[in-house]
């Protein structure tokens, strides 16, 4: 079936540290790919997207490519913050049976950054 | 600001209460959804509604029962829930059902059941 699987958290980096959160997935077709942010006690924000092989998707820093031949869409930022503490969730959608439109999520990683 | 309301933010319930969330969205949307979040478990979608019609549901027990009156309110009527319940319950919606929309989240009601 279509899932998606990323790293398994807490992920601890230290202020300024490179970031990357490891995400792949199994869909059939050509599915969208996001990147979602949980901030506490908030709902999800979406971080970046990309709907094509080789599209980039980039937003406050963080950046993600669509890699069809790897079937990844790992999320990276070069200098992360404090601010950037949070669950980040990868997520894919595509039509495909009868799921039209539903957005298939991993389990979410949990980064925190110390100053 | 996301655009997505809804209200309450936090409930706390016994198992044999009726109680309502409510979402609203303000960004002209067609498509609205239900999840549910809980601890170390991924995001379980429980409904889709298009145009205010049902698309999908999925294997949702009927204690948890969805209405959409309009394409910019969306409601999940509980009763009679159990202590496994317990959780997130987060609203979005999308411009379509198209892959490539984005969906935007609400802040979540955070349940409890007593």
């Known amino acids: 079936g279509n899932s998606v699987t990323q790293m398994e958290g807490p992920v601890t980096l230290s202020e300024e540290a490179f970031l990357t959160i490891n995400c792949t997935y199994t869909a059939t077709g050509y599915p969208s790919l996001f990147w979602y942010v949980q901030y506490p006690g908030e709902g999800l924000q979406l971080l970046l997207k990309?709907?094509?092989?080789?599209d980039k998707g980039s937003n406050k820093g963080f950046e993600a490519t669509y890699r069809k031949e790897t079937t990844s869409f790992h999320l990276e930022k070069g200098s992360v913050q404090v601010s950037d503490s949070a669950v980040y969730f990868c997520a894919l959608r595509g039509n495909y049976g009868g799921s039209q439109g539903n957005l298939i999520f991993g389990k979410g990683t949990k980064l925190s950054v110390k100053p | 600001e996301t655009g997505v309301t809804q209200t309450p933010r936090h409930l706390v319930m016994g198992m044999t209460n009726k109680k309502s969330l409510k979402c609203e969205q303000h960004l002209g949307h067609n498509a609205m959804y239900w999840y549910k979040q809980s601890a170390k478990k991924p995001l379980e979608l429980m409904f889709v509604?298009?145009?205010?019609?049902?698309?999908e549901n999925n294997s949702v027990p009927s204690r948890f029962s969805p209405e959409c009156p309009n394409s910019s309110h969306l409601f999940l009527h509980l009763h009679t829930l159990q202590p496994e319940d317990s959780a997130l319950y987060l609203c979005?919606?999308?411009?379509?059902?198209?892959?490539?929309?984005?969906?935007?989240f609400g802040p979540g009601t955070r349940l409890t059941v007593t």
């Open positions: 979005a919606s999308s411009p379509g059902l198209a892959d490539t929309y984005e969906q935007y």
């Open positions: 990309a709907t094509k092989a080789d």
């Open positions: 509604y298009s145009l205010e019609e049902r698309v």
